[in-house]
C-alpha cells in the first residue's frame, strides 16, 4: 500500500513557475513509478510526465516539454514536478499516481496506475 499527498499548487502568474510535490508513506518510492496527470475544468484527464523506478522521464504530451521536469528525492521519499513557463491552459488539478515497477521494463507511460494522491489546484491567471 502506498499513500500519496500531493502539494504545492496555487495561483502564479503566466510565466511563472511552481513545483508540486508528490509525497509518499506506506513504501518506498525507489520501487514504484509515479506519474502526474492533470484534468482541467471541463476537460478529460490527462497524463504529464511520468518517472520509472530507474528514473527514466517520458512525457505524455508535448506542450510540456521543454517546461516541465520530473524528479524524485528517495531521501525525501517524494516526486516532484517542477513546472516553468507556466500558461493559462497549465490551469488544472494536478494528481500523482504510482505504480510499483522494480525489475520491470515496461515504460511507465504504459502503466495503468494503482495508487493516487487527492490531487493540488494549479491556477495560472494575470
Known amino acids: 500500500q502506498v499513500q500519496l499527498v500531493e502539494s504545492g499548487g496555487g495561483l502564479v502568474q503566466p510565466g511563472g513557475s511552481l513545483r508540486l510535490s508528490c509525497a509518499a508513506s506506506?513504501?518506498?518510492?525507489?520501487?514504484?513509478?509515479i506519474a502526474w496527470f492533470r484534468q482541467a475544468p471541463g476537460k478529460e484527464r490527462e497524463g504529464v510526465l511520468c518517472?520509472?523506478?530507474?528514473?527514466?522521464?517520458?512525457y505524455y504530451t508535448d506542450s510540456v516539454k521543454g517546461r516541465f521536469t520530473i524528479f524524485r528525492d528517495n531521501d525525501k521519499n517524494t516526486v516532484y514536478l517542477q513546472m516553468n513557463s507556466l500558461t493559462f491552459e497549465d490551469t488544472a488539478v494536478y494528481s500523482c499516481?504510482?505504480?510499483?515497477?522494480?525489475?520491470?521494463?515496461?515504460?511507465?507511460?504504459?502503466?495503468?496506475?494503482?495508487?493516487w494522491g487527492q490531487g493540488t489546484q494549479v491556477t495560472v491567471s494575470s
Open positions: 506506506g513504501s518506498t518510492l525507489d520501487n514504484y513509478a
Open positions: 518517472l520509472s523506478s530507474v528514473d527514466i522521464s517520458t
Open positions: 499516481a504510482a505504480q510499483y515497477d522494480r525489475g520491470s521494463r515496461t515504460n511507465c507511460r504504459e502503466y495503468k496506475y494503482h495508487y
